[in-house]
T-cell receptor, first 114, second 115 residues
Framework: EAGVAQSPRYKIIEKRQSVAFWCNPI?????LYWYQQILGQGPKLLIQFQNNGVVDDSQLPKDRFSAERLKGVDSTLKIQPAKLEDSAVYLC????????????FGEGSRLTVL | AQKITQTQPGMFVQEKEAVTLDCTYD???????LFWYKQPSSGEMIFLIYQGSYDQQNATEGRYSLNFQKARKSANLVISASQLGDSAMYFCAMRDGQGAQKLVFGQGTRLTINP
């Protein structure tokens, strides 16, 4: 079974530029999450989708971050314009709704904002 | 609001020894789940073990076991017979509320196994 796929693995941009990250979850997983992990910290949830609907985006900085999950499969997370404090690893995870909540993570996309 | 606390920023252990990683949590919901994840230098979060709040016995998965003390609100991870490949960041996480699948993570503990 293929795992959660993310791209790009690494991205370096200057502040005020834009960036987009892509995630393809495990086939059949209805729930998709984007987490932000700043160096030295635990992951923080940005947004949670159930199929193509948003369940929780309370910690998403909506003035600069946006995410979509068209057709309830893969998802894109966009940052525009980027700030220095957005430097982090962006982790995508998916889960099968009926499981006790185990999340399967991708390898992450590391963003450096200069 | 739920909260997860991992008080050990770093741990150093000799190979083949057992190690305990601490985790305490705070929630007012009677139904919750506790998870441990391992994050090697490659960056991927790897699920290790799960404990439900109503589970009567402590969870075990191979060399991993969870020392669940409900009254103390602690869920420590025990790794027996540590190996060099166990060197990684370890995160404790909690899901609360029936049906909720959002996980909240602690700050993590960096475990280093010395040969």
């Amino acid at each position: 079974e293929a795992g959660v796929a993310q791209s790009p693995r690494y991205k370096i941009i200057e502040k005020r530029q834009s960036v987009a990250f892509w995630c393809n979850p495990i086939s059949g997983h209805a729930t998709l999450y984007w987490y932000q992990q700043i160096l030295g910290q635990g992951p923080k949830l940005l947004i949670q989708f159930q199929n193509n609907g948003v369940v929780d985006d309370s910690q998403l900085p909506k003035d600069r971050f946006s995410a979509e999950r068209l057709k309830g499969v893969d998802s894109t997370l966009k940052i525009q314009p980027a700030k220095l404090e957005d430097s982090a690893v962006y982790l995508c995870a998916s889960s099968f709704r009926k499981a006790p909540g185990e999340l399967f993570f991708g390898e992450g996309s590391r963003l450096t904002v200069l | 609001a739920q909260k997860i606390t991992q008080t050990q920023p770093g741990m150093f252990v000799q190979e083949k020894e057992a190690v305990t990683l601490d985790c305490t949590y705070d929630t007012s919901d009677p139904s919750y789940g506790l998870f441990w994840y391992k994050q090697p230098s490659s960056g991927e979060m790897i699920f290790l073990i799960y404990q439900g709040s109503y589970d009567q016995q402590n969870a075990t998965e191979g060399r991993y076991s969870l020392n669940f003390q409900k009254a103390r609100k602690s869920a420590n991870l025990v790794i027996s017979a540590s190996q060099l490949g166990d060197s990684a960041m370890y995160f404790c996480a909690m899901r609360d509320g029936q049906g909720a699948q959002k996980l909240v993570f602690g700050q993590g503990t960096r475990l280093t196994i010395n040969p």
